[in-house]
């Protein structure tokens, strides 16, 4: 069952589930929402857990840190090939 949180203007969902091996697989989804549209969005898939409450929170921990660091870099910037007038 997934578990949706909010956290400095992202939502993320702490996605982690079983493994066919019994073990439980953390996992997030984080998601910044800019006037309806989504604007960015990362999947995080961590390390596997014998406990479930244990894989939950290394989720919740892993996309607030990500969302700790993306509120510090700021915005992506890609290069283009585009040349200033």
Do not use: C
Request: glycine share 6%.
């Amino acid at each position: 069952m997934s578990h949706s949180h909010s956290y400095k203007g992202y939502t993320f969902v702490d996605d982690t589930g079983m493994t066919e091996e019994g073990s439980y697989r953390a996992r997030a989804i984080v998601v910044k929402i800019v006037d309806g549209r989504v604007r960015s969005q990362r999947f995080i898939d961590l390390e596997t857990f014998s406990e479930e409450s244990a894989a939950r929170q290394r989720a919740i921990d892993a996309a607030q840190a990500w969302i700790d660091d993306e509120e510090v870099e700021g915005n992506l910037v890609l290069p283009t090939n585009f040349s200033p007038l």
